[in-house]
C-alpha cells in the first residue's frame, strides 16, 4: 500500500510538473509574440480616412501584401489585434501561443495567437504584430461593426495618432512634432500608463471631485464613463442623486452580452485640465473602468506614445449635445419571428406603459422583425436608427398591445 501511495504522488507531482512547463512555455510565449513590433517607414506623415459606425472607428487595412481589403475597429482598449478565423485560414497564420481573452462584459475564451508579418493602414507598414484569432459568436455585435477584426493597442502602441472625428480622418506619425499645429507648451497634457507588452493607456480622470486612477483610454468602446460598482456610493456618498436604473443584458462585448443592472447619472468629469460636462457615468457590477467615444468625439486627439501624452483640442462638436429622449427600452433580437426586451429603464416611457424585462415582443408597429430586417447585423442597424424619431410606438406581446409615448 505504501509503494501504491509513493507512486500515485510521484504520478501527480509529475503531471503537475509537466502542466507547469506547458503553461509556462505558453507564457513565454506570449511574451515574445507581445513584445515583437515596428513600423516599416521612417520619417512619415500619413493620413487615412475612417468610418463611424454606431460611434466606432472602423479603418481598412491589408494583412500580409493580399489584396483583399479588410476592415477592422481601431480599438486602443484591445490589448493586441485581433484577426477572424477565416482570414487565418486563407492566410495561413499558425497558432504560436493560446491566450484567455476577456471582454468588456466580462465574458472570457481561450483563443490562438499568431504572428502577423505585415498590417498595412495606408501608406504605412505595421510589422510583426501579434494577433489573436478569434470566431466571433451569433450574438455579438463586433462583427456588425467591422467584419474581420480589430486594430488593438499592441500595433497602436508603434507610431503616433491624431483622430479626427469630425472630418472621419486619422494621422500616422513616427514623429509626433509633424503635428505642428499643436502648441504642446500652451495646453495640457494628459499623461498615461500602459502595460509593458501592450499599448492599452490608462489616464487619470475626476467624477464630481473625486480622483480615479488607471480609467482607460478607450477608442473601442461607444460609451461615456463606465465605472466598478463599488466606486458609486464613494463618489456619490454625500449627495442625493437620481439615478436611472438599466436592467441590461444587451450590451455586447467581441464574445457576446451578459446581464447586469447598470445605474447612471450625469456629472462632470476632469482630465488635467480638460472638461467634460453632463458626462453619463455609469456604474454597473462588470463595469470595467473607461471613458468612450461619447466623450472623445467632442476633440480632435492627439496619442504622443514617445512620451506617453494625449492632447485634446475641442471640435465643432464640443458644445452640441446628441442626448434625446428615448422610450427607455431595446427590443432585442431574439428571433427572425419575435423580439425580447434585453435593456429595460425603471421608469421610463416604456416601463411606466407596463413593459417588462424579459417580455416576448411579437410586433412594432404592426410589423414583425422580418418585415424590418433580414439578418442580426441588419437588426442592429434598424435598432439603432428606427425608434429613435419617433415620438410613438405600438409595441404587441403575446398577451397585450402597449401604446409608449416619449
Known amino acids: 500500500m505504501a509503494m501504491k501511495a509513493k507512486n500515485l504522488i510521484y504520478s501527480i507531482s509529475t503531471g503537475l510538473l509537466f502542466l507547469l512547463i506547458i503553461s509556462s512555455c505558453n507564457y513565454i510565449s506570449n511574451v515574445h509574440l507581445l513584445s515583437r513590433g515596428s513600423v516599416e517607414q521612417s520619417n512619415f506623415l500619413e493620413s487615412i480616412d475612417f468610418e463611424n459606425r454606431h460611434g466606432l472607428i472602423v479603418v481598412k487595412g491589408f494583412v500580409n501584401e493580399h489584396d483583399d481589403t479588410l476592415e477592422f475597429i481601431f480599438d486602443t482598449g484591445a490589448f493586441d489585434n485581433k484577426i477572424t478565423q477565416s482570414w487565418a485560414d486563407d492566410y ?198 473607461k471613458v468612450g467615444n461619447d466623450v472623445w468625439e467632442k476633440y480632435d486627439i492627439y496619442m504622443n506614445y514617445d512620451k506617453k501624452r494625449i492632447y485634446l483640442k475641442p471640435n465643432a462638436r464640443f458644445n452640441s449635445s446628441t442626448k434625446k429622449q428615448d422610450f427607455g427600452f431595446i427590443p432585442y433580437y431574439h428571433s427572425d419571428n419575435v423580439w425580447t426586451v434585453e435593456n429595460l429603464v425603471l421608469g421610463s416611457p416604456a416601463h411606466r406603459s407596463g413593459i417588462k424585462f424579459g417580455d416576448t415582443i411579437t410586433k412594432i408597429d404592426g410589423k414583425t422583425p422580418d418585415q424590418f430586417y433580414s439578418s442580426f447585423c441588419g437588426y442592429f442597424d434598424w435598432v439603432t436608427t428606427y425608434l429613435k424619431d419617433k415620438t410613438s410606438i405600438q409595441i404587441e406581446t403575446r398577451d397585450s398591445v402597449i401604446e409608449i409615448e416619449k
Not at 168 to 195: G, H, Q, V, Y
Open 92 to 289: 495561413k497564420l499558425k497558432e504560436r501561443a493560446t491566450k484567455d481573452k476577456s471582454d468588456s462584459q466580462g465574458n472570457s475564451n481561450e483563443i490562438s495567437m499568431t504572428l502577423i508579418d505585415q498590417i498595412s493602414l495606408g501608406n504605412v507598414d505595421f510589422k510583426n504584430t501579434a494577433a489573436g484569432i478569434i470566431e466571433f459568436p451569433k450574438n455579438s455585435l463586433s462583427p456588425c461593426i467591422a467584419a474581420d477584426g480589430i486594430i488593438g493597442a499592441n500595433l497602436i502602441r508603434e507610431a503616433n495618432w491624431k483622430i479626427d472625428f469630425v472630418n472621419n480622418k486619422i494621422w500616422i506619425t513616427d514623429d509626433f512634432s509633424r503635428f505642428d499645429e499643436l502648441d504642446t507648451k500652451n495646453i495640457p497634457a494628459i499623461k498615461f500608463k500602459k502595460p509593458l507588452l501592450s499599448g492599452t493607456p490608462k489616464i487619470d480622470i475626476s467624477v464630481n471631485g473625486q480622483e480615479l486612477g488607471n480609467i482607460l483610454f478607450d477608442l473601442g468602446s461607444n460609451g461615456s464613463v463606465d465605472l466598478p460598482l463599488s466606486l458609486k456610493n464613494t463618489i456619490f456618498e454625500a449627495q442625493t442623486t437620481q439615478w436611472d436604473t438599466t436592467l441590461d443584458n444587451s450590451s455586447s462585448g467581441i464574445w457576446g452580452t451578459n446581464f447586469d443592472s447598470v445605474f447612471s447619472v450625469q456629472s462632470d468629469i476632469k482630465l488635467n485640465g480638460y472638461e467634460s460636462t453632463n458626462a453619463d457615468v455609469n456604474f454597473a457590477e462588470k463595469g470595467f473602468p
